[in-house]
């Protein structure tokens, strides 16, 4: 029936009401921190571009996770920023490569953390592109072997996830593979599964040292134009072996990550990118927008989407705002 017998406002009237009536909640639980770690010991580097994020040696990173575990954060992802680079990118697969030293320090002592670790290989390439490079051209099939040989070297130091992000077709078959040849089977695969060719990655280049010296990645990442491909590439991760797919950037991406969820119903993974938390930090830094409300307004967003799991840069901040008893309720302040 319409008005006046149905008044949706009533359900509206209180704060109280509009909790009960809730469809979606922001947890903590649903929160993965990440985290850039450096060579070297006693050192925290902050990134210019993401006020707030820094680059950790290994033992002031073990710091920085103690706030982390005590907010009740369940997981982080791992990414590396080694202090040499070379054309096959050997560090990303070193045994004492940093993530691999990083991962192996965290997991004695924070075992009961998710540590996820990022498999790419731009980081760690003296020409900044995601796999091996011939001509200016970079090479799909010769790089796969490097991509399972680095997501086996994680596993190897204590990895629970690996990460493919570098979008080369294949990729997800030659890690699990290598995986379970190597004994670990109960490794899971988060695959960057819809990664976008993104302008919202430009911090996080800046924070990782990995933009490409020539071109572009759009050779491999996707036309942000396309939404029917997200979902083959997701289809065919599902069909390699990947056990959480992830939608990259998440912002501008929500009907994308609203059509992978619908289509598949597997764990979702959404990542609020670093150019995403850039771009609020400064326009907070303004006093243009409430930080708070507009943050939980943006994850809300990407969980009601159909997001399972969100990788955020705000993960502490929102663990604080989340856990704050005194925070009413996390309404935050809205403009009428």
Same mark, same amino acid.
Not at 5 to 28: A, F, I, K, P
Not at 136 to 149: K, M, S
Not at 164 to 185: C, F, H, N, T, W
């Given at each position: 029936?319409?008005?006046?017998?149905?008044?949706?406002?009533?359900l509206?009237?209180?704060?109280e009401m509009r909790?009960?009536?809730r469809?979606?909640?922001?947890?903590v639980?649903d929160?993965?921190?990440p985290?850039?770690?450096?060579?070297?010991?006693g050192v925290t580097v902050p990134?210019?571009?993401?006020?707030g994020?820094?680059?950790?040696?290994?033992d002031?990173l073990?710091?920085?996770?103690k706030?982390?575990v005590e907010?009740g954060?369940?997981?982080i992802?791992v990414?590396?920023?080694?202090?040499e680079?070379d054309?096959y990118?050997?560090g990303a697969?070193?045994s004492?490569?940093?993530?691999q030293q990083a991962?192996?320090t965290?997991k004695e002592?924070?075992p009961g953390?998710l540590?996820?670790?990022?498999?790419?290989l731009?980081a760690y390439t003296s020409?900044?592109h995601?796999?091996?490079?011939?001509?200016?051209?970079?090479?799909?099939?010769?790089t796969?072997?490097i991509?399972?040989r680095?997501?086996?070297?994680h596993?190897?130091?204590?990895?629970d996830?690996?990460?493919p992000?570098d979008?080369?077709?294949g990729?997800v078959?030659?890690?699990r593979?290598a995986?379970d040849?190597?004994?670990y089977?109960d490794?899971?695969i988060m695959?960057?599964s819809a990664k976008y060719?993104?302008a919202?990655y430009?911090?996080?280049r800046?924070?990782a040292?990995s !933009?490409p010296q020539?071109?572009?990645r759009? +050779?491999?990442?996707?036309?942000?134009?396309n =939404?029917?491909? #997200?979902l083959?590439? %997701?289809?065919?991760d599902?069909?390699?072996?990947?056990?959480?797919?992830m939608?990259?950037?998440?912002?501008?991406y929500?009907?994308?990550i609203?059509?992978?969820?619908?289509?598949?119903? !597997?764990?979702?993974a959404a990542?609020?990118? +670093?150019?995403?938390?850039?771009?609020?930090? =400064?326009a907070? #830094?303004?006093g243009? %927008?409430?930080e708070?409300?507009v943050?939980?307004?943006?994850l809300?967003?990407?969980?009601?989407?159909?997001?399972?799991i969100?990788?955020t840069?705000?993960?502490?901040d929102?663990?604080?705002?989340?856990n704050?008893?005194r925070n009413?309720?996390?309404e935050?302040?809205?403009e009428?």
């Amino acid at each position: 029936m319409g008005f006046p017998v149905t008044r949706l406002r009533r359900l509206r009237v209180s704060q109280e009401m509009r909790r009960l009536v809730r469809e979606t909640e922001l947890n903590v639980g649903d929160l993965i921190y990440p985290v850039f770690v450096t060579e070297g010991e006693g050192v925290t580097v902050p990134v210019a571009a993401m006020p707030g994020i820094n680059r950790f040696s290994v033992d002031t990173l073990l710091r920085e996770l103690k706030g982390v575990v005590e907010a009740g954060i369940p997981g982080i992802i791992v990414f590396g920023v080694p202090a040499e680079k070379d054309d096959y990118a050997s560090g990303a697969w070193a045994s004492e490569g940093v993530v691999q030293q990083a991962v192996r320090t965290i997991k004695e002592f924070f075992p009961g953390l998710l540590v996820i670790t990022d498999v790419c290989l731009c980081a760690y390439t003296s020409h900044g592109h995601c796999g091996l490079v011939e001509n200016d051209r970079v090479l799909n099939d010769q790089t796969l072997e490097i991509l399972a040989r680095t997501a086996v070297s994680h596993a190897r130091a204590g990895a629970d996830v690996v990460a493919p992000s570098d979008m080369m077709d294949g990729r997800v078959k030659a890690i699990r593979e290598a995986l379970d040849a190597a004994g670990y089977q109960d490794t899971a695969i988060m695959a960057y599964s819809a990664k976008y060719a993104s302008a919202f990655y430009g911090p996080f280049r800046e924070a990782a040292d990995s !933009r490409p010296q020539f071109g572009d990645r759009r +050779s491999y990442q996707m036309d942000p134009a396309n =939404a029917a491909e #997200a979902l083959l590439e %997701v289809a065919l991760d599902i069909e390699e072996g990947a056990d959480i797919v992830m939608v990259k950037p998440a912002l501008a991406y929500l009907d994308v990550i609203y059509r992978v969820k619908e289509r598949f119903n !597997r764990p979702v993974a959404a990542y609020n990118v +670093s150019g995403e938390y850039s771009l609020v930090k =400064a326009a907070a #830094a303004q006093g243009w %927008v409430d930080e708070r409300a507009v943050v939980l307004e943006m994850l809300t967003a990407m969980k009601r989407a159909g997001a399972d799991i969100i990788l955020t840069y705000f993960a502490k901040d929102v663990a604080g705002w989340l856990n704050d008893k005194r925070n009413e309720n996390i309404e935050g302040k809205v403009e009428p």
